[in-house]
């Protein structure tokens, strides 16, 4: 099987970095520095309007660790935040925030929270809550919710610790360097070749 060499593939796409018989001419450098000014031009753009529509390459997201309530939370790692009920009214609310981080995982939450093993300030007032619930006196979310995260007992208001972590973009940030090259070669492997095909007549010298 036969292989085009480096040279000849280097001469079909960049004909006018390998034609040495034009370097001397003005319209050749001119070729040069509007291809070789626009492309670097390209390249820019790409950038801006990929920050633009992505931002930063680099972003973070708070991952929870877990809950003041939790016997290990001194030994967790992360920012802490106090945690509050927003009240349910129709379509809206009914969600729980630890600071500005929202608690998807409700259900997850009230398990951890009715375990057995809890650290020892809010034994009292989960205990209270637990039997009020299977005594049908509390059986709202906005009334069990308000009940739990309520509380401003000294040491027993429920909070919780969340990590960033750091995640990268890069959504289709590929695209930068592939419109530079192909701009590249558009304009210096077809139409400055065909311009060259144009005044000289001969496809070999151009």
Same mark, same amino acid.
């Given at each position: 099987?036969?292989?085009?060499?480096?040279?000849?593939?280097?001469?079909?796409?960049?004909?006018? +970095?390998?034609?040495?018989? #034009?370097?001397?001419?003005?319209?050749?450098?001119?070729?040069?520095?509007?291809?070789?000014?626009?492309?670097?031009?390209?390249?820019?753009?790409?950038?801006?309007? @990929?920050?633009?529509?992505?931002?930063?390459?680099?972003?973070?997201?708070?991952?929870?660790?877990?809950? +003041?309530?939790?016997?290990?939370?001194?030994?967790?790692?992360?920012?802490? #935040?106090?945690?509050?009920?927003?009240?349910?009214?129709?379509?809206?609310?009914?969600?729980?925030?630890?600071?500005?981080?929202?608690?998807?995982?409700?259900?997850?939450?009230?398990?951890?929270?009715? $375990? !057995?093993?809890?650290?020892? !300030? #809010?034994?009292?007032?989960?205990?209270?809550?637990?039997?009020?619930? /299977?005594?049908?006196?509390?059986?709202?979310?906005?009334?069990? @919710? +308000?009940?739990?995260?309520?509380?401003?007992?000294?040491?027993? !208001?429920?909070?919780?610790?969340?990590?960033?972590?750091?995640?990268?973009?890069?959504?289709?940030?590929?695209?930068?360097?592939? $419109?530079?090259?192909?701009?590249?070669?558009?304009?210096?492997?077809?139409?400055? /070749?065909?311009?060259?095909?144009?005044?000289?007549?001969?496809?070999?010298?151009?």
């Amino acid at each position: 099987m036969k292989f085009v060499s480096k040279e000849k593939i280097k001469s079909l796409l960049f004909p006018i +970095s390998f034609r040495n018989s #034009y370097e001397g001419k003005w319209w050749h450098r001119l070729a040069l520095v509007l291809i070789g000014g626009t492309t670097v031009l390209i390249f820019i753009l790409g950038i801006v309007i @990929w920050t633009d529509s992505y931002g930063s390459p680099i972003s973070f997201y708070k991952e929870l660790q877990g809950f +003041s309530f939790e016997t290990n939370y001194k030994e967790l790692r992360g920012k802490d #935040y106090s945690c509050y009920y927003i009240p349910k009214t129709g379509y809206y609310g009914g969600e729980v925030y630890c600071g500005a981080n929202e608690i998807y995982d409700k259900e997850d939450l009230f398990k951890k929270y009715t $375990a !057995q093993n809890i650290a020892p !300030q #809010y034994e009292i007032v989960r205990s209270e809550i637990i039997t009020k619930v /299977r005594e049908g006196k509390i059986k709202t979310d906005n009334e069990i @919710w +308000s009940s739990i995260l309520s509380n401003n007992s000294e040491g027993a !208001q429920i909070r919780a610790k969340f990590k960033n972590i750091p995640m990268y973009f890069f959504h289709d940030v590929y695209l930068i360097p592939l $419109a530079t090259l192909g701009w590249f070669i558009f304009w210096a492997s077809i139409i400055y /070749r065909a311009i060259l095909y144009v005044i000289f007549g001969n496809k070999k010298n151009s």
